[in-house]
């Protein structure tokens, strides 16, 4: 896939250390960087700090990135790893802690729904927040961020085959769910 | 694009957008600016060096026991 020219000086300008292609590709990814934390994690606290963690990194690689980079498909790789590693780290405290945690309302409104205008809207986080989070994910990349499969099976580190298996099988879900969440 | 693809963006065509806050999106952007071009903090490293050489300094020490005991 070809590097556009806006994201080729974008790269160069950050292998230069300068500030001002962060401040552009910063402003070019935040939105949509969050609105994927957002969702994988279901915490807004939680998605700013990732969404810190992802920019530092960018941040500190900048002079190590290649030319050709793809600088959103970076971007979408890191963020990824770090939603990787919180969920590793939510398992092993839900199983350490066991009993321990206090049963939770499996659908409480969330801040997504509490910010959506709409019932349809409401509807579609809804169902969305109930997909497991592997097909979430590809619903986000692929579905809202407009991403290739073959991009997202790179940023995931799948074969592209399976990310169309995982894409059939979240479409299919997804579209179960909105026809039973729907008004 | 794949018949696949444009259903599902089909599907999730109403999802809102969502924003941080712009007092948080600044903080983060004067945080991560400040570190353009620098090299991550050298104690970041420090934990893995040290994981390192304790797994080496473990083989080492299995392998020695193990050719004592075999003679």
Known sequence: MQVSTAEAAWVAGLRRGEPAAFDAVFASYRRRLYGYLVRMTRHRDLAEDLLQETFLRLAQSAKQLAPETRIGAWLFTVAHRLVQSWARAQAVRAQFAGDLIAPVDPAPRSPLEAATDSEGQRALERALAALAPAHREVVLLVGVEGLAPSEVAAILGLRPEAVRQRLARARAQLAELLAEVRP | ?71
């Open chain 2, 1 to 71: 694009m794949s018949d696949e693809t444009t259903e599902l963006q089909d599907l999730v065509k109403d999802l809102p957008a969502v924003d941080v806050d712009p007092s948080s999106a600044a903080r983060i952007a004067e945080r991560a600016r400040r570190d353009v071009g620098q090299r991550p903090p050298r104690a970041r490293l420090v934990l893995p060096i040290l994981v390192g050489l304790l797994v080496a300094i473990t083989i080492v020490w299995a392998l020695y026991k193990a050719f004592e005991a075999l003679g």
